[in-house]
Nanobody, 121 residues
Framework: VQLVESGGGSVQAGGSLRLSCAAS????????LGWFRQAPGKAREFVAA????????FYADSVKGRFTISRDNAKSTLYLQMNSLKPEDTAVYYC???????????????WGQGTQVTVSS
């Protein structure tokens, strides 16, 4: 599975960005998909994900109500709409994929290269 992110950039606090992740190499609808991020000096953390088994997406508490994950199976693309951005959202954002059925307990063997998001106050 190959994953390529795009859409990062710099924005002021309160602004919005939309990240995209184009996937190839596997039937897109058979993948669990998620977004993670890593801020400087911090461990990578979960942001949002869909499970392969379906159902509603789930989010980290820190982004709930501000970020929306979506997927377009016809375009094999995953999205992350980020609204009301805060300086603490500054990080490299990564798209990840899994063939495990439940993304809440998944191993994530496939990763994109990451895209930088910088939010200034």
């Amino acid at each position: 599975v190959q994953l390529v992110e795009s859409g990062g950039g710099s924005v002021q606090a309160g602004g919005s960005l939309r990240l995209s992740c184009a996937a190839s190499g596997r039937t897109f609808s058979e993948l669990g998909l998620g977004w993670f991020r890593q801020a400087p000096g911090k461990a990578r953390e979960f942001v949002a994900a869909f499970s392969r088994i379906g159902g509603s997406p789930f989010y980290a508490d820190s982004v709930k109500g501000r970020f929306t994950i979506s997927r377009d199976n016809a375009k094999s693309t995953l999205y992350l709409q980020m609204n009301s951005l805060k300086p603490e959202d500054t990080a490299v954002y990564y798209c990840a994929a899994t063939t495990d059925f439940d993304s809440r307990r998944a191993r994530w063997p496939y990763w994109g290269q990451g895209t930088q998001v910088t939010v200034s106050s």
